[in-house]
């Protein structure tokens, strides 16, 4: 019994140094490196999963971009002034009024986007630059057009509080500072078209209120009278011609 024990044990024994031990003529396959590696095929530096999640982070600030580095947010300011101006509460929609400023936008954009297109996508899908340095080359149309809209008096303003020198040339600009100060100048040019707008319709609603008072129509709402009037002069001087057209001719 014993011997046979012993007999089954050397032949295990021998069965796993076979198995162990490597073949003759047989390369032993090098083990891949720990880590997400940064050196992509073709020469280029990057690799797949590094330029996922940089593409990933931008997909998840795509609606804050929108808001900040685009005209969306003059656009949907003063259309918001312009239902209050009339009056019509809920009507057009906030959907509507946001469709119609993403519409507008992309049409502003539709340039800005070609030209970044041709000098960073190409090249990162020719596989010439990776991830990050296609965004810091698609940032440089998108800064100009940034500063041919922001004020130098919100430019001046954010390099105070950056604490940076005030740069030679236009393309020195950080975009720390270009952003903010475009945000604030969009701002600023809404609020004044929004101004600009209210003042006509202000007038029809001082003439209907002075009106109605006048004949002592006391029991019914000046604002009763004065929106279908104030929607009738918006209908007969093509408003939203007039408006959008004003709007995109800002923008030149």
Request: hydrophobic fraction near 55%; include cysteine; glycine fraction near 8%.
């Amino acid at each position: 019994m014993k011997r046979r024990i012993m007999i089954r044990g050397l032949l295990l024994a021998g069965a796993l140094a076979v198995l162990l031990t490597p073949c003759a003529g047989a390369t032993l396959r090098p083990r891949p490196s720990a880590g997400l590696p940064w050196n992509g095929a073709g020469g280029s530096s990057g690799s797949v999963p590094w330029n996922i999640v940089v593409l990933l982070t931008l997909l998840t600030l795509l609606p804050s971009l929108l808001l900040a580095m685009t005209p969306f947010a003059r656009l949907l300011v003063v259309f918001h002034f312009l239902r209050q101006a009339l009056g019509t509460q809920t009507t057009p929609s906030n959907q509507t009024l946001i469709g119609l400023s993403l519409i507008l936008t992309f049409f502003l954009m539709q340039p800005v986007m070609t030209t970044i297109y041709d000098t960073a996508v190409v090249p990162y899908e020719k596989g010439h630059v990776d991830a990050v340095a296609a965004v810091e080359l698609g940032a440089g149309p998108l800064r100009q057009f940034m500063l041919k809209f922001a004020r130098e008096k919100d430019l001046a303003l954010f390099l105070e509080l950056a604490k940076e020198p005030r740069p030679a040339r236009p393309e020195q600009v950080a975009m720390r500072v270009v952003l903010p100060a475009y945000i604030l100048s969009e701002l600023k040019a809404g609020f004044q078209i929004g101004a600009a707008l209210y003042l006509p319709f202000l007038v029809v609603d001082m003439v209907v209120a002075a009106i109605t008072t006048s004949v002592g129509m006391l029991q019914l709402p000046p604002v009763v009278i004065s929106t279908p009037l104030k929607i009738l002069l918006f209908v007969m001087v093509d408003g939203w011609n007039l408006l959008v057209g004003s709007l995109m001719k800002s923008f030149s």
